[in-house]
């Protein structure tokens, strides 16, 4: 069963999502060499507090950790560490969650510190308009994978401009938020169009791609979270948590 919810439900994860939003801007800007991922965690997490709120991810089958944050070749669910120093030339993906008042919001962005090759910036920027295909495509009365069709079509089109194969990691994906942080659907970032549930207003999904440049392998290291390339090749992810609306899709992470 597909959670459905209110109109005054969605405004309640928009709260959350607000939340969700200034934090990430707030870590974001933070991101810095010479920075570690336990510093950023920490900041995170006094922000969420700060703001009523409790950071979904700390505790969450035992996450010791406010934020999930993947450097280089990690793809997703890293763990903040005093030893994981940030340097120039890094590429973090930053995974934020937050509740506030019993609603869950959920969101990712990637931040290049410093100056990055120019094919890592092009890893990101296409991974991000990969999460907004799929954002645009999330219309009532459409199908769950027309939203995996849109994210694995643009992610295509992003590699043929760019002249870059670009990887779209297996096994993860985006998936249905509200009461808890992950619910169904799950949805792949990939596949034909027309499958799965019908979209309905009332549904809230988190859409997000992940992609890296070289293959869509991962493997899980022995801290039983880090998921990594196993070529070592960079990742980059980008999430939003969204509304089915009747007037479209809504974006309750997103800052304004």
């Known amino acids: 069963m597909i959670e459905i919810k209110s109109r005054g439900e969605l405004e309640a994860m928009r709260a959350a999502g607000l939340v969700v939003a200034r934090t990430l801007a707030l870590v974001s800007s933070h991101?810095?060499?010479?920075?570690?991922?336990?510093?950023?965690?920490?900041?995170?997490?006094?922000?969420?507090?700060?703001?009523?709120?409790?950071?979904?991810f700390k505790g969450y089958h035992g996450f010791p950790a406010s934020i999930c944050a993947s450097v280089n070749e990690q793809v997703v669910h890293g763990i903040p560490s005093r030893t994981q120093v940030l340097v120039e030339g890094d590429l973090i993906s930053i995974d934020c969650g937050a509740i506030l008042d019993g609603w869950h919001g959920d969101s990712a962005l990637t931040v290049a510190i410093g100056e990055v090759t120019p094919a890592e910036l092009l890893l990101s920027e296409a991974t991000r308009t990969?999460?907004?295909?799929?954002?645009?495509?999330a219309v009532a009365g459409g199908k769950l994978s027309d939203i995996s069709f849109a994210i694995e079509?643009?992610?295509?089109?992003?590699?043929?401009?760019?002249?870059?194969?670009?990887?779209?990691?297996?096994?993860?994906?985006?998936?249905?938020?509200?009461?808890?942080?992950?619910?169904?659907?799950?949805?792949?970032n990939y596949g034909k169009p027309g499958k799965g549930p019908?979209?309905?207003?009332?549904?809230?999904?988190a859409i997000e791609p992940m992609l890296t440049l070289?293959?869509?392998q991962t493997a899980e290291l022995d801290d039983g979270w880090t998921v990594v390339t196993t070529d070592k090749s960079r990742?980059?992810?980008?999430?939003?948590?969204?509304?089915?609306?009747?007037?479209?899709?809504?974006?309750?992470?997103a800052l304004e």
């Open 31 to 56: 991101a810095k060499a010479g920075v570690s991922t336990a510093e950023l965690d920490e900041l995170a997490e006094q922000n969420i507090r700060d703001a009523g709120a409790v950071p979904s």
């Open 130 to 137: 990969s999460m907004l295909a799929g954002i645009e495509a």
């Open 153 to 188: 079509s643009e992610t295509i089109a992003a590699g043929e401009r760019d002249g870059i194969e670009y990887g779209i990691v297996e096994g993860y994906g985006g998936h249905g938020i509200g009461t808890k942080m992950h619910m169904d659907p799950f949805l792949p």
């Open 198 to 205: 019908r979209l309905k207003p009332g549904m809230a999904i």
């Open 214 to 216: 070289g293959s869509e």
């Open 235 to 253: 990742a980059a992810h980008w999430e939003h948590s969204i509304a089915i609306t009747e007037d479209g899709p809504w974006v309750l992470t």
